[in-house]
C-alpha cells in the first residue's frame, strides 16, 4: 500500500504551498522514561502514581494504526519488532512505521536520576539491522520486514568538544543507513546544559547548527526532514524558508493544555513547519483517538484551535470520560515543556483570533451514519475542507 508519507513528502518538495501536512505520533517514550513512559493509567488517582503497562501502550499504538490518521508512528526497535515484525500491522496500512535510532544521553530520564542536566552525550541503543528485521545482521530481502526509517537525535551545547562529538557519531550514522538503504529524519533538541547562550538565543543558535550540519551532506544522507522545538514565527519562518531540502517539523514537548497542543499545530503550520510529531500530547490525552482527529481537523483548515477545543470536551461529554480539567482551564495557553528533562524553553505567541473562554463545554456532535472514506489524493483543497467540516460534526471515529 502506498504510503501517505511518501506521497506527502513529494508534494511538499514540489510545492511547500501544498496544503500536505505530516502528523506523527511518537510512541517512544520507553526510549526515554521509565516505568512512567506508558503515561498514568486511567485508574490511577490524584497524588498516586500508577502507571499503565507497556502492554497497554502498546494496545493503543495498535488503535492509531487501525484508525488510520496519523502519516508515522514512531516507536523503540522492540515495539518495532512486535508490532511491525511480528504482527505486520503496516503491511495494509498507509503509515509508515519508524523506530528511534538513537537516544542520546539527555533522554536518559529515571527517577532521581541526573542525566538530563550533563551535556548530552551521543548514544545508540538499536542498531539499523535490528529496526530493519530483528536481529543483529539482515541477510539478504530481510531489511524489508521491519521498519525503513528511524528517528535520530542530537543536541548541540555550545561546548565544543561535545557538540563534536554529536556530529561525528551523527555522520558515522548517516553513512551506515545510507550503505544500508535506511531512511531518517533528524530531531534537534534545545540544549540541555548550555555554554555561554541566553534563552532568547536559543532559536538562532540551533538553527545554525542545523544549517551549518547538513551543509555537507548529499541528497544520498539527508534527512527527509526535522523534527524541533517551535521557537516562534521568526525561526521558524528562517529555517523554513532557508532551503527547499529542509522540510521542517516541530515536536510536542510537555502534555500541557488541550488548547497548547491545538494552538502550537496551528501555529507552528502556519509559520512555516509542515511536520508536527506529539507524543506526550497524544499520549496524556484523554481520548487519543479523538485527539489525533481534532489535530489532523485543524491542519486540513476545517477548524481552528479555538473550536477544536470546545469540540474534543464536547466528544468527552458524550463519551463520558472525564476531562483533565475544566474547559476554562483547558482553554488557557501556558508555557510548553519541551524537553525530556523538564526544562522549559519557549513561550507559545498567544492566541490568534478568537480567543474566548466559555465557561460551559459545546454541546457534543450528534451521532450520524458512518460516511466512506473520501478519496483525499483526488479532492481539491475546497472539497478537503467540506469533507473535514462534515467529519467534525460527529464522533470522531468511534
Known amino acids: 500500500m502506498e504510503k501517505s508519507l511518501d506521497r ?10 501544498s496544503g500536505e501536512f505530516i502528523i506523527a505520533d511518537a510512541k517512544d517514550a520507553d526510549m526515554a522514561h ?27 499504538i495498535r488503535q492509531v494504526i487501525g484508525q488510520g490518521v496519523v502519516d508515522i508512528v514512531l516507536m523503540s526497535a522492540s515495539t518495532n519488532e512486535r508490532l511491525t515484525i511480528e ?6 496500512s498507509h503509515i509508515t512505521p519508524a523506530a528511534r535510532a538513537n537516544d542520546t544521553t539527555d533522554i536518559h530520564v529515571a527517577r532521581h536520576g541526573v542525566y538530563p542536566k550533563e551535556p548530552s552525550r551521543p548514544f545508540r541503543t538499536a542498531t539499523i539491522d535490528h529496526i530493519q528485521c530483528g536481529k543483529i545482521a539482515c541477510e539478504e530481502g530481510e531489511r524489508i520486514q521491519g521498519a525503513n526509517l528511524g528517528l535520530y537525535s542530537i543536541t548541540f551545547n555550545n561546548i565544543l568538544e561535545r557538540d563534536l562529538e554529536a556530529i561525528a557519531a551523527y555522520r558515522d550514522f548517516r553513512h551506515e543507513a545510507e550503505r544500508k538503504g535506511f531512511r531518517h529524519f533528524l530531531e534537534v533538541f534545545d540544549p540541555n546544559a548550555p555554554q555561554g547562550l541566553e534563552p532568547e538565543e536559543i532559536g538562532g543558535f540551533v538553527n545554525d547548527l542545523i544549517v551549518r550540519t547538513l551543509a555537507g551532506v548529499t541528497k544520498s ?3 527527509l526532514f526535522l523534527k524541533m522545538v517551535y521557537h516562534g514565527p521568526k525561526f521558524t519562518e528562517e529555517l523554513a524558508g532557508y532551503s527547499r531540502d529542509l522540510i ?21 503550520q502556519r509559520y512555516g513547519a509542515r511536520v508536527a510529531l506529539f507524543g506526550r500530547k497524544i499520549n496524556s490525552a484523554e481520548h487519543q483517538l479523538a485527539f489525533i482527529e481534532f489535530l489532523r481537523l485543524i491542519t486540513d483548515g476545517a477548524i481552528s484551535p479555538e473550536e477544536a477545543v470546545r469540540a474534543y470536551h464536547g466528544v468527552l461529554q458524550e463519551l463520558k470520560i472525564p476531562p483533565h480539567r475544566p474547559l476554562d482551564e483547558d482553554m488557557q495557553l501556558l508555557t510548553p515543556v519541551m524537553s525530556y528533562g523538564g526544562k522549559p524553553q519557549v513561550v507559545v505567541s498567544q492566541p490568534i483570533g478568537d480567543s474566548s473562554r466559555p465557561s460551559e463545554p459545546a454541546p457534543p456532535p450528534s451521532p450520524k451514519a458512518p460516511e466512506a472514506e473520501p ?10 475542507i467540506e469533507a473535514n467540516q462534515r467529519r467534525r460534526d460527529r464522533i470522531f471515529g468511534f
Open 375 to 384: 478519496d483525499w489524493d483526488s479532492m481539491t483543497p475546497e472539497e478537503k
Open 34 to 60: 521509565g516505568i512512567a513512559a506508558p503515561g498514568k493509567s486511567p485508574e490511577y488517582h490524584h497524588g498516586e502514581a500508577r502507571y499503565r503497562t507497556l502492554d497497554e501502550y502498546r494496545e493503543q
Open 8 to 17: 506527502k513528502l513529494a508534494a511538499l518538495r514540489a510545492d511547500s504551498d
Open 87 to 92: 504482527e505486520r500491522l503496516f503491511d495494509n
Open 248 to 268: 521542517v517539523g516541530i515536536l510536542g514537548g510537555g502534555a500541557g493544555t488541550t488548547y497548547d497542543a491545538f494552538k502550537l499545530i496551528a501555529e507552528a
Open 221 to 223: 544522507g539527508m534527512p
